[in-house]
């Protein structure tokens, strides 16, 4: 096992703990930040029913995307610093990217959809190499594209593909470092909320930071 | 502002090409990916047998056995000759106490103590991760005299909850570097395990058919491919849905194959797929002429490009007859020639075939998921139950 596979599989659950802690305690600044690390850092070493959090993190999943990771990230900081790093147009971006991606991938993991096809056999560049190019190809335009027209989220996701070049996760699939069940599952209720409120309520008026900032 | 343009253009090139390079870098490899099966036509196994004909031999692997559960066994050849099977083995399937355990038969025909060469504890240690159990082993020989070792690791519940694991040995399977997992999934890798003998590549590397049990059951082609001093490992699908799985792949050319299925739709036939772009797609899985009653088989090609099938024919039971069958038309259609085993109220399954170099075919399979069992025998053999069943 990859040492960065072990750092990721702490990695995980301590910036879950972090956000959850953060929204419990109401705590804010960096005060606030520096008490929920330290109370996750210790709850993620702390040996639950013999083990450390990474290691049952790891029996889950040792393949948490990148993109969650990263989107967490800024979660944390945003509610430590109020900074607003994402805009609600770039978490629309990313509720977006992973409901689409969520659609394509999994019905066919389960072995839904045409005969022969499996979206994740695309991640491996080299085994359907003709036909992975739509896949890193898309990627790479999406991201492109965000990043052009001033979303942030566009940068989560130019990280996660450099993050598959680096190589440091468990799988070599480039899927694994875009999407997982937790990110998939959330963007495709956020997308459901969405759609919902747009109906109930009338479509989101873009804020004057969002109309602005490009 | 037109610097900070120019600065996100920047980025937005460098994002493209953060996808792109990566294809691009791949080409080489993807040229390669689907290099064809190693076919070899090869001896008709007679050498052994001071060529006078035909022979049949059986064996118990497992003689001292005390598991009440030993099951789902895989045979192997090195380059050296000696046999190796493997298998798993504890109070029952799922149970903390199932280990991997692997026997050799050297030159004196005689089947070592099997020892257990993968425990959960030890898997657990190598992967840092929980397992509750282990089971279904699948060894790949190399020519360079390494010697693989497949097998599934169960995270939480029963096999839906297991994922793939690989390990080396290097000294034909005494001893055994860390295992490693697989990533077979975007599902939280869960759910594939190996079961039928994968086939050699040409250029190194195997081809080993793997199957999903979670929600949807389907087979699937686990690529294992040498790269630099690792390996590269990769799965296409063969067939989606949730009624065929446990393939059994059997090449046919360079670039054509079949693979046999466990089917358990009410018809109760063994259904296959052929693929003539060396494994990259298959045809639709059709019924054959063959019966099974949902149960695991097994099949490889003898030297005249005949296919031999070892599966559970229909009985009141699942799984009371394990019997042989011939195909002279690539798998279409089946005529059974001999029955190895048979007895009310029993079981005798997941027989695993391989036809060693000098053409012998070997076999190993469960009884009662008690005994693990092995048979030897040789093509003059097989033709001579193909006449008597005529």
């Known amino acids: 096992m990859k040492e960065t596979v072990i750092i990721w599989t702490a990695l995980v659950p301590f910036l879950l703990l972090l956000w959850f802690s953060q929204r419990l305690s109401g705590l804010t600044g960096v005060s606030g930040l520096a008490l929920a690390a330290v109370v996750s850092a210790a709850a993620v070493w702390f040996p639950w029913f013999g083990h450390p959090l990474p290691f049952w993190s790891a029996s889950l999943s040792a393949n948490f995307s990148v993109i969650m990771v990263l989107l967490l990230v800024v979660s944390v900081f945003d509610r430590a610093f109020e900074t607003g790093i994402f805009r609600p147009r770039d978490w629309r971006a990313a509720w977006i990217l992973g409901a689409v991606a969520s659609l394509l991938l999994y019905p066919s993991a389960l072995g839904l959809g045409p005969q022969n096809f499996d979206a994740y056999a695309l991640g491996w560049p ?58 998939g599952a959330v963007s495709l209720v956020m997308i459901l909320w969405i759609v919902w409120h747009r109906r109930t309520s009338g479509p989101l008026v873009p804020t004057s930071e969002e109309s602005s900032v490009q | 502002m037109r610097d900070a343009g120019i600065g996100r253009a920047l980025l937005a090139v460098a994002a493209l090409l953060a996808g792109l390079v990566p294809w691009w870098m791949a080409r080489e490899e993807g040229a390669k990916s689907f290099p064809g099966f190693s076919v070899e036509s090869g001896p008709t196994g007679v050498g052994d047998s001071a060529a006078t004909g035909a022979f049949f031999r059986t064996a118990q692997v497992n003689t001292a056995s005390t598991h009440t559960k030993s099951h789902s066994a895989a045979l192997a050849e090195l380059s050296d000759g000696t046999l190796v099977a493997a298998w798993y083995a504890g109070s029952g399937e799922g149970a903390a106490d199932v280990a991997i355990y692997l ?29 509750i159990s282990l089971g279904n082993p699948l060894l790949l020989p190399d020519d360079s005299g390494r010697l693989g070792l497949l097998f599934v690791s169960i995270a939480a519940g029963r096999w839906s909850g297991s994922s793939m694991n690989l390990a080396w040995s290097e000294d034909g399977g005494l001893t055994w570097g860390a295992a490693r997992k697989l990533t077979m999934n975007p599902l939280a890798n869960l759910s594939a395990l190996p079961r039928n003998p994968p086939a050699r590549l040409v250029g190194g590397g195997w081809a080993v058919p793997v199957y999903e049990e979670f929600l949807g059951k389907f087979p699937e082609t686990l690529w294992l491919r040498p790269r630099g001093e690792g390996w590269s490992s990769a799965v296409s699908r063969v067939e989606g849905g949730v009624y065929v799985l446990q393939s059994a792949l059997v090449p046919l050319a360079v670039d054509r194959a079949v693979s046999f299925f466990r089917d358990f739709r009410p018809a109760r036939w063994m259904s296959a797929s052929w693929s003539d772009d060396a494994g990259r797609t298959w045809t639709k899985p059709a019924a054959t002429g063959l019966p099974n009653r949902d149960s695991g088989l097994c099949a490889i090609r003898l030297s005249d490009g005949a296919i031999l099938s070892a599966f559970n024919d229909l009985s009141p039971g699942k799984r009371e007859n394990l019997r042989l069958a011939l195909s002279e038309d690539e798998g279409r259609t089946w005529r059974t020639i001999a029955t190895l085993a048979e007895e009310a109220g029993s079981e005798f399954s997941y027989p695993n075939l391989i036809r060693t170099s000098d053409g012998t075919i070997r076999m190993v399979y469960s009884a009662r998921q008690t005994q693990i069992l092995f048979a030897e025998f040789n093509e003059a053999w097989v033709h001579e139950q193909a006449e008597a069943a005529r």
């Open chain 1, 126 to 183: 080299w085994l359907f190499w003709g036909q992975s190019v739509w896949l890193f190809g898309g990627a790479g335009f999406a991201a492109a594209l965000l990043i052009w027209r001033g979303n942030r989220f566009g940068y989560v996701v130019f990280l996660a593909m450099l993050g598959y070049a680096a190589g440091f996760q468990e799988s070599d699939n480039i899927w694994d470092y875009l999407l997982d069940p937790v990110y």
């Open chain 2, 103 to 131: 026997s050799r038969r050297g030159v004196d025909g005689a089947w070592s103590e099997p020892a257990a060469v993968m425990t959960r504890e030890r898997v657990q240690a190598d992967l840092r991760r929980n397992v």
